[in-house]
């Protein structure tokens, strides 16, 4: 037992090796790429199952007039939960590919131009604290906006300006106010029109109160950490 304890008391006091260095890197970098692979996968599927969603509804809409405007509704509000959904995957994914940008630009990049000198000097600092207290680096308004612009925008654009079309051309008389076109069977039309406005209040709210979504320098600042409303329970949940 005494033997145990002298050979982690010389390991912890010994020097670490640039070889040991290196190899331990390499495995670093290979592991949190596994798993920022794996979160981005889910982040597609989450995605395929909006598009998939949104070209079924539209195409059952062209096809059945008659139940286009609340099938339209649902398909809205099915993107709203694949919406939310992928934003929250996307907090997860964004935790693993910052520090794996960390890696690249402060390890991978100076090593290859050979040069010992890192852009950001306490970069393997930032890394050991994330490492040791993992923090969100996105709010969730910021990765819906995130995910809003790059996916989202155009089907919820299409499901909306196929409802206005659908009620326009196919519900009520030529002449009818629209709430009164909006009405799907014993439902007034207030509650449709009201749906559709509350969501897309909703996503005009978190496009415009997020704040952009930080630059890697500013995502590993002492500021996050100091934040423990971001702190993540479980990573691989």
Same mark, same amino acid.
């Given at each position: ?99 794996? @940008?960390?890696? =690249?630009?402060?390890?991978? %990049?100076? #090593?290859?131009?050979? *040069?010992? &000198?890192? +852009?950001?000097? $306490? ?91 930080? @630059?890697?320098? =500013?995502?590993?600042?002492? %500021?996050? #950490?100091?934040?423990? *409303?971001? &702190?993540? +329970?479980?990573? $691989?949940?």
């Amino acid at each position: 037992m005494a033997d145990n304890k002298q050979r982690m008391h010389d390991f912890e006091t010994q020097p670490l090796q640039r070889q040991e260095y290196i190899t331990a890197m390499a495995h670093l970098y290979r592991g949190e790429l596994q798993r920022s692979l794996s979160w981005r996968l889910r982040l597609d599927t989450t995605t395929n199952w909006a598009v998939v969603t949104t070209a079924g509804i539209l195409t059952f809409s062209v096809n059945n007039p008659e139940f286009a405007s609340q099938t339209l509704i649902a398909g809205m509000y099915a993107n709203l939960l694949f919406l939310l959904l992928e934003s929250q995957r996307f907090r997860f994914f964004d935790i693993f590919h910052s520090r794996l @940008r960390m890696i =690249e630009e402060n390890f991978y %990049g100076p #090593l290859l131009r050979r *040069s010992l &000198e890192s +852009p950001m000097a $306490d970069w393997g600092r930032c890394v050991a604290e994330d490492l040791f207290l993992p923090h969100f680096h996105l709010s969730l308004r910021q990765a819906i906006r995130a995910r809003l612009s790059r996916v989202y925008a155009p089907l919820f654009l299409a499901e909306i300006v196929g409802w206005i079309l659908v009620v326009a051309l196919h519900q009520g008389q030529p002449g009818d106010a629209f709430l009164s076109q909006t009405a799907v069977g014993r439902v007034p039309g207030f509650v449709p029109a009201i749906l559709v406005l509350g969501l897309c209040v909703f996503l005009l709210i978190c496009v415009v109160t997020a704040p952009p979504v930080p @630059r890697l320098r =500013e995502a590993y600042g002492m %500021g996050r #950490l100091a934040d423990p *409303s971001r &702190e993540v +329970p479980e990573l $691989d949940a």
